[in-house]
Nanobody
Framework: QVQLVESGGGLVQAGGSLRLSCAAS????????MVWFRQAPGKEREFVAA??????????HYADSLKGRFTISRDNAKKTVYLQMNSLRPEDTAVYSC???????????????????WGQGTQVTVSS
């Protein structure tokens, strides 16, 4: 069983930055693919960024609209994945959730169907 706890959300003005954290309670965190999704009011959940378990390749994945503003990273020693969000816009307002799945499961890391474990989410509100 994997438990995920997000933190770092809050209220920020447009143009500002936030760093979200997702701490995992699992023995082999390094064996899990990690991802961030977000869901705005009245909208479907959407993919934000993913980082594979084998990050040694330094390959990460982003929603096209977020490239250059958001950066996903992980610290396996701390069992934590991060989402650095810069140049925030009001349309970034959403509940941001992290999720995990074992690294060898396969599938499209951009699809929420791949992930077995989800955090409760953290609210990010960007004011104009």
């Amino acid at each position: 069983q994997v438990q995920l706890v997000e933190s770092g959300g809050g209220l920020v003005q447009a143009g500002g930055s936030l760093r979200l954290s997702c701490a995992a309670s699992v023995r082999t965190f390094s064996a899990y693919n990690m991802v961030w999704f977000r869901q705005a009011p009245g909208k479907e959940r959407e993919f934000v960024a993913a980082i594979p378990w084998n990050w040694i390749s330094r390959v990460t994945h982003y929603a096209d609209s977020l490239k250059g503003r958001f950066t996903i990273s992980r610290d396996n020693a701390k069992k934590t994945v991060y989402l650095q969000m810069n140049s925030l816009r009001p349309e970034d307002t959403a509940v941001y959730s992290c999720a995990a799945c074992v690294g060898d499961r396969g599938g499209d890391l951009r699809s929420e169907d791949v992930y077995d474990y989800w955090g409760q989410g953290t609210q990010v509100t960007v004011s104009s």
